[in-house]
């Protein structure tokens, strides 16, 4: 896979180091104890982030650490900070994050509120030695009916984090038709790409050969069910797509455009120049200056 991913240039995140659900725990790990544990514990970050430093921009470091604690159970409550504090060590350069369930989802789920999320984030950063600093939010983003304004207001609360935010897994459950699927994601779409804090969404759509997990974008014939079809309709809405236009007296000409690469040509008297420029998020106007 990872020649694949290496071969087409596809920016990849790691998922995950480790996973506190003891359902999704190796079978051989569950009776491990003490320094048993801890040894393969050590010996799992080093073999892993060694062999792909460089290769993810993201690590879910330890996964769903707010409804389960298998390791932390076992090792003490510090366990979590020393597989941050390793990572940090081992890829210093990939974003790490806290990745968890039911957080924008409901507010019904007291293992994982807006509050927990973020004081499970401050005691990371002040454990005592110096701490480690979260890099992002993940959020995974499992629906069933979805709250618009639920989801709105706990993005707002986290944004005072002032990290980025990524929906990481996101999709709608399988309890519902296909065709309410699709509406409901496309709801949860749109307030995920509108929240300014929100830096990039993932789905958890992958396709196999016994179906997939909660929704699809396509059967089996790769043809779009309903879910694929907004998913490509929010792709060619949120882009900019080509824009035509003469320039002023003065040589300026401007236009909104979404974040991303632009490619850019100029005709002026038989002659063209190309170039291209990028729109990042700032706030200041970004100015773009060619010369024919």
């Known amino acids: ?51 792909y430093r460089s290769e993810f921009v993201h690590w879910d470091v330890s996964n769903e650490m707010l409804h389960f604690d ?60 110096g701490g480690v600093r979260m890099d992002g939010v993940g959020l995974e983003g499992h629906f069933t009916v979805p709250n618009a304004a639920l989801m709105r207001a706990n993005l707002d609360k ?41 830096k990039g969404i993932m789905l958890w759509t992958a396709l196999h050969p016994y179906g997939c997990y909660e929704m699809c974008l396509t059967d089996h014939n790769f043809q779009n069910l309903p879910a694929g079809d907004v998913v490509d309709q929010k792709l060619r809405e949120w882009k900019t797509g080509e824009v035509k236009a003469t320039t002023n007296d003065h040589g300026s000409f401007s236009f909104f455009g979404f974040l991303g690469e632009y490619r850019v040509g100029i005709l002026y008297k038989g002659r063209t120049v190309n170039s291209s420029f990028s729109l990042s998020r700032d706030p200041q106007t970004k100015h773009v200056r060619l010369q024919i």
């Open 70 to 129: 298998f390791y932390e159970s076992r090792l003490g409550k510090n366990a979590s900070y020393g597989f941050y504090a390793a990572a940090r060590e081992y890829d210093s350069l990939a974003t790490l994050f806290l990745n968890d369930f039911n957080v924008v989802e409901t507010c019904s789920d007291e293992k994982s509120t807006v509050d927990e999320y973020i004081a499970r984030v401050r005691e990371l950063e002040r454990y005592e030695g």
């Open 1 to 51: 896979m990872m020649d694949f991913v290496r071969a087409n240039r596809i920016i990849a995140r790691g998922h995950n180091i480790f996973w506190e659900d003891p359902r999704y725990t190796p079978a051989w790990v569950l009776n491990l104890t003490g320094e048993d544990l801890r040894s393969a514990v050590n010996r799992r970050i080093s073999s892993l982030m060694t062999r």
């Open 158 to 198: 986290l944004a005072s984090l002032e990290l980025p935010i990524w929906l990481t897994e996101i999709d709608v459950s399988s309890t519902l038709d296909r065709r309410t699927q699709a509406i409901y994601l496309e709801q949860v779409l749109r307030e995920g790409f509108s929240h300014p804090s929100v």
